[in-house]
């Protein structure tokens, strides 16, 4: 049992940069077909030029809007076809403590991350039933295990989307449909570079610091390579996962392991 994707059809969420790109690098690697999806039409298309194959399509969508999100994705399905692989990845919220956030801001983040991920799958799934394969795989945050300092609403909303993934994994399991989640530590992307800022002028220090600091939770004592991350989508996506079903797969360097 490989990891060819060949003749599948996957969704990627937030795939015009960062880890969503690279898990669609890595799915188009493998020969799948992709939708990309996320705001900037302009952004979509640069990307899509990048990727491996031809097959491959574009649906500019803001997953803060779950509504309109789920309609987009069930009238692609119903021009393309089914979808079998759906990878839910979209920017987490803004970051500081939770006691300074909202009530707002907790909607906004359970809005775009479990409101939008359940209306996406409500669209897919009937698909994937009706193909006899579906693999649904959230990028979400080692916070999901320990709750990272300075994240609050993040670390709120990640702890959802666990149960949520473990919900789903227990009742799609007996249509062939996994459900899992990527644990992404220190990655080397625009959004960790964001939040070494924010950190580091919360704390009167700087960027290269706060990244030196980070890098001394990590065993393998580096950031992860945003491709990293993509090669584990990948794989969880291929039929060679087939009976890995309701985990987290920390990919982190060993962080989560030391901690």
Not at 110 to 139: D, F, W
Request: proline share 5%.
């Amino acid at each position: 049992m490989g990891t060819s994707l060949a003749g599948r059809h996957a969704l990627v969420c937030g795939a015009s940069q960062g880890i969503g790109l690279a898990c669609a690098e890595a799915l188009a690697a493998e020969g799948a077909a992709l939708t990309l999806l996320s705001r900037s039409s302009a952004t979509l298309e640069t990307a899509r030029a990048g990727l491996s194959g031809d097959a491959h399509h574009c649906l500019a969508c803001d997953m803060s809007d779950w509504t309109a999100t789920g309609e987009a994705v069930a009238a692609h399905v119903a021009d393309t076809g089914p979808i079998h692989i759906l990878v839910h990845n979209s920017g987490g919220p803004k970051g500081g403590p939770l006691i300074d956030a909202t009530p707002e801001d907790l909607l906004a983040g359970l809005a775009t991350h479990v409101l939008c991920g359940q209306a996406m799958v409500k669209a897919v799934t009937p698909g994937m039933c009706e193909s006899g394969y579906g693999r649904i795989i959230n990028i979400v945050s080692t916070s999901v295990v320990t709750p990272i300092k300075g994240l609050g609403v993040s670390n709120t909303v990640r702890g959802a989307i666990n149960n949520w993934m473990r919900t789903l994994a227990g009742e799609l399991g007996p249509d062939g449909i996994t459900v899992n989640n990527i644990l992404p530590g220190f990655v080397d992307t625009d959004r960790l570079a964001a939040l070494m800022a924010s950190r580091a002028e919360r704390m009167g220090t700087t960027a290269e610091a706060v990244k030196a600091a980070w890098i001394d939770t990590v065993p393998l004592g580096r950031l992860a390579a945003p491709a990293e991350v993509g090669a584990a989508c990948a794989f969880l996506a291929s039929p060679a996962a087939s009976f890995i079903n309701g985990v987290n797969l920390p990919v982190d360097g060993g962080r989560l392991a030391s901690m």
